[in-house]
């Protein structure tokens, strides 16, 4: 079914909101906006009400552990409504902190153990030192270019169960480990990823894949084109310091 608006959820944007997260959004609605798409954003924060049948498309930025530890009882309790949705196919992007919740836990510096709601079949561990830097990978999506370019700053590492399917391989920086060289997962629709930026100004070609699973989650609809080469433009130069 294709849809001729969308809805986006984003979920605790005073709490998770690092080194501008909030460009993600700005990106999917112009890009939305250019193809005559109507987007309507709804702002979650912890306890308010969700009508999940009218959700198109979930966003969540990363946030410092402490930020985490004050949304995390929140977010799982709404891991029945919010699996549903994933279930469904409904898109997701989870940056950083919020990634590492779409897991089964993540491990705080402080040794604090904040259970994820597993959608994703990682775990995270805090470490030092800070994975900090620019980030060039690689992905198998389906999506031209396969580059994708980012900024990252976090102290879990985050390793991947046989369930898991990481989003791309890192060419420069650390990404999920600083070990195997994966960068992020993925699970039906949902992505999760250590790449801030913000991450989709600077990856028009992720940012249409969304829309495009936003639009119809069967995946059946191609997007009308539209130019890309500013933001190119900005991704080239992350890929030249390669
Ligand atoms: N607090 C988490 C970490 O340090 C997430 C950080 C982030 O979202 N940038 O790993």
Redesign the pocket.
């Known amino acids: 079914m294709q849809k001729s608006g969308l809805q986006i959820l984003h979920l605790y944007p005073n709490h998770?909101n690092?080194?501008g997260d909030r460009g993600n959004l700005i990106a999917i609605q112009h890009r939305a906006l250019e193809r005559g798409i109507p987007v309507e954003v709804v702002h979650a924060e912890p306890e308010a009400p969700i009508s999940w049948r009218d959700v198109d498309l979930i966003f969540m930025?990363?946030?410092?552990?402490s930020h985490?530890a004050r949304i995390a009882e929140d977010f799982l309790r709404r891991a029945p409504e919010l699996t549903r949705a994933l279930e469904d196919g409904v898109p997701m992007l989870a940056?950083?902190?919020?990634y590492?919740l779409l897991g089964h836990y993540?491990r705080?510096?402080n040794g604090d153990k904040l259970p994820g709601i597993g959608f994703l079949d990682v775990t995270?561990e805090?470490g030092r030192p800070?994975a900090i830097g620019d980030v060039v990978a690689h992905t198998t999506l389906d999506i031209t270019p396969r580059s994708l370019v980012g900024f990252e700053?976090?102290?879990?590492r985050t390793f991947l169960g046989t369930g898991a399917v990481p989003l791309a391989t890192v060419q420069l920086g650390q990404g999920n480990n600083g070990q195997d060289r994966t960068e992020g997962a993925m699970h039906k629709h949902a992505i999760g990823t250590?790449l801030?930026g913000s991450l989709l100004p600077k990856n028009p070609h992720l940012t249409d894949l969304l829309i495009r699973w936003a639009v119809d989650r069967d995946g059946n609809t191609d997007l009308e084109p539209i130019p890309m080469d500013l933001e190119l433009k900005a991704h080239d130069v992350i890929l030249s310091r390669c």
């Open positions: 998770m690092l080194y930025g990363g946030g410092e552990d985490q940056i950083c902190g919020a590492q993540y705080t510096v995270t805090a800070r700053n976090h102290g879990g250590y801030h």
